[in-house]
């Protein structure tokens, strides 16, 4: 059985769905798949995925023309999703007529471009991210979809609450993490000296981009509250952090990394005294549906983790693995840090690390690899 990935994505990029993207084509292949990521032709920082992610295999590309007028604004992503849209469509339906035969495996980068996966040749498996409203693009696309993954239980009740879909249609599993990657760096001492860190200071950490979902404005007021901590948020700008949270008075704890290379992550993760995952109340998204791949990052690192109590990160962690803060509730944030960096910590860490084994891209791999043979 072969795989034509499609993906409305840059790639490679530092992105978060970049990176699953990468890793789940990296798995399906080392699982013994044939496998081709079928995305846009846009301008990329490196020409080899394979090497921008420090893969194990090769990844096989069909890059399809399109207008690469992605950034700016949404008339202009629309206009550049269209296209692809339309590129892979008739490219798909070109091999078919040719001879070539498979499956099609696609994800949910925005909110339309998948709608003419319904009408290829190829039977198809969609992999979704986000509880979606009901309409007629996904009513269509899941109605002829032959199986649906999503990441959490959440997403899977609504889905089956607003498109009355089968529960046997959809397969839950959270996203994956390469364990080898995130563990296998140097300790904390070595890690801060290498990044050029206090070592005597305590340290939070944050990586990942910002966005206004996040619920990233619980940082200053929390380091106002801990003046003596360190606060490292590796993913932006202080300029983009107070343009996006409106928030222009930030205490000199809160130290702001920029965006780092994605080899350089490990690093970070270990020089930490504790790490952080945020979510809100104030975004469906956030509180009810990622499955941050930050997550999955910090198990596998084997640090202190301090999360927001959302139902979407509770469906995959306990207090076992996690020190859990009550989203949006800076006292309760402040509290909870300084609970994880005075309290013995092993049983958590330990718990981490074996949950991190639960969710390898492999098995992640696998997994759906099972449900797709079970359905084609």
Same mark, same amino acid.
Request: proline fraction near 5%; hydrophobic fraction near 45%; include cysteine.
């Given at each position: 059985m072969k795989l034509f990935y499609?993906?409305?994505?840059?790639?490679?990029?530092?992105?978060?769905?970049?990176?699953?993207?990468?890793?789940? #084509?990296?798995? @399906?292949? +080392? *699982?013994?798949?044939?496998?081709?990521? $079928?995305?846009?032709? /846009?301008?990329?920082?490196?020409?080899?995925?394979?090497?921008?992610?420090?893969?194990?295999?090769?990844?096989?590309?069909?890059?399809?023309?399109?207008?690469?007028?992605?950034?700016?604004?949404?008339?202009?992503?629309?206009?550049? #999703?269209?296209? @692809?849209? +339309? *590129?892979?469509?008739?490219?798909?339906? $070109?091999?078919?007529? /040719?001879?070539?035969?498979?499956?099609?495996?696609?994800?949910?980068?925005?909110?339309?471009?998948?709608?003419?996966?319904?009408?290829?040749?190829?039977?198809?498996?969609?992999?979704?991210?986000?509880?979606?409203?009901?309409?007629?693009?996904?009513?269509?696309?899941?109605?002829?979809?032959?199986?649906?993954?999503?990441?959490?239980?959440?997403?899977?009740?609504?889905?089956?609450?607003?498109?009355?879909?089968?529960?046997?249609?959809i397969l839950v599993h959270p996203n994956g993490i390469d364990i080898d990657f995130f563990d296998l760096a140097p300790q904390k001492k070595e890690a801060r000296e290498k990044l050029g860190l206090s070592l005597q200071k305590k340290t939070v950490v944050y990586t990942g981009q910002f966005y206004d979902w996040k619920g990233l404005d619980i940082f200053p007021a929390a380091a106002k509250q801990l003046p003596e901590i360190y606060f490292y948020l590796v993913g932006g700008s202080r300029e983009e952090f107070s343009e996006l949270t409106g928030i222009s008075d930030i205490p000199e704890n809160v130290i702001f990394a920029g965006k780092r290379p994605y080899e350089e992550m490990p690093l970070w993760l270990k020089a930490a005294d504790a790490l952080v995952v945020l979510g809100t109340k104030q975004n469906e998204y956030s509180y009810y549906h990622t499955s941050p791949m930050k997550l999955f990052e910090y198990l596998a690192s084997g640090g202190v983790i301090v999360a927001a109590a959302t139902p979407a990160i509770k469906d995959v962690v306990s207090e076992k693995e996690v020190f859990f803060y009550e989203p949006d509730n800076v006292d309760s944030f402040a509290v909870t840090i300084k609970q994880a960096l005075s309290e013995d910590t092993h049983s958590k860490q330990a718990f981490a690390k074996e949950a991190a084994h639960r969710f390898t891209w492999q098995k992640r791999a696998l997994s759906i690899l099972g449900f797709i043979k079970g359905l084609v």
């Open positions: 499609i993906a409305n994505a840059r790639m490679p990029s530092e992105r978060a769905h970049a990176i699953q993207i990468a890793k789940m #084509s990296e798995a @399906f292949i +080392l *699982s013994g798949t044939p496998l081709q990521l $079928v995305v846009p032709k /846009r301008k990329t920082l490196s020409s080899s995925i394979r090497d921008f992610y420090k893969l194990k295999a090769d990844v096989p590309l069909i890059r399809l023309p399109v207008l690469d007028i992605y950034g700016g604004n949404r008339g202009r992503f629309w206009l550049g #999703s269209f296209s @692809f849209m +339309l *590129s892979y469509f008739f490219t798909m339906w $070109v091999r078919y007529l /040719r001879g070539e035969r498979g499956v099609v495996y696609t994800i949910d980068m925005d909110q339309f471009s998948i709608f003419l996966v319904a009408f290829l040749p190829f039977r198809f498996f969609i992999e979704i991210h986000d509880a979606k409203p009901r309409g007629f693009v996904f009513f269509v696309v899941f109605k002829r979809a032959r199986g649906i993954i999503t990441i959490n239980n959440i997403i899977k009740e609504k889905l089956c609450e607003r498109f009355h879909l089968p529960p046997e249609k």
